[in-house]
């Protein structure tokens, strides 16, 4: 092997320094245009919507805080990486629901309701069972916490 450059290695060469210098103009116009449009707004304080903060976010993140530092961001990199933190927080934290198990479906305490009115012998456990022989599956305590709700004695 001779260290001669070949012509066919010499238009590989160029042509794989085609896409990078073509890429590296079009970087430079961004960071150009974005550094005239971050000087326009300069008083003003830029919005985001959450949409846009979390895309920016990611992108962010790709880049890394040298290469951030070295860009003329609309945000600093450390709260574009704190967004990413926290978005990255937020995707494994289970949403928070309210204390206590959830209410009965209000059909089935609708049900309750008009059972326990018409029939005034029946007690939660015969309750209990017409609502299962429906379809619906409620505890004894349940009817009779609906019925205490709504203000109806124990049979």
């Given at each position: ?77 450390g709260t574009l990486l704190a967004r990413h933190r926290k978005l ?28 326990a009115r018409e029939n005034d012998g029946w007690g939660y456990a ?20 609906i019925r205490k709700r709504q203000g109806i004695e124990p049979a």
């Amino acid at each position: 092997m001779s260290n001669v450059v070949q012509p066919f290695q010499l238009l590989v060469i160029t042509l794989a320094g085609w896409p990078n210098r073509h890429q590296r103009a079009v970087i430079d116009y961004l960071i150009e245009e974005n550094r005239v449009l971050k000087a326009q707004l300069e008083a003003q304080r830029l919005r985001f919507t959450d949409a846009q903060r979390r895309r920016l976010a990611v992108k962010a993140k790709v880049l890394g805080r040298r290469l951030l530092d070295e860009l003329e961001t609309l945000l600093t990199p450390g709260t574009l990486l704190a967004r990413h933190r926290k978005l990255i927080a937020e995707k494994w934290t289970d949403a928070r629901k309210g204390p206590g198990r959830p209410r009965v479906a209000q059909e089935i305490a609708n049900l309750v309701v008009r059972m326990a009115r018409e029939n005034d012998g029946w007690g939660y456990a015969r309750i209990q069972g017409a609502l299962a022989n429906l379809g619906h599956v409620v505890a004894p305590n349940t009817v009779k916490n609906i019925r205490k709700r709504q203000g109806i004695e124990p049979a």
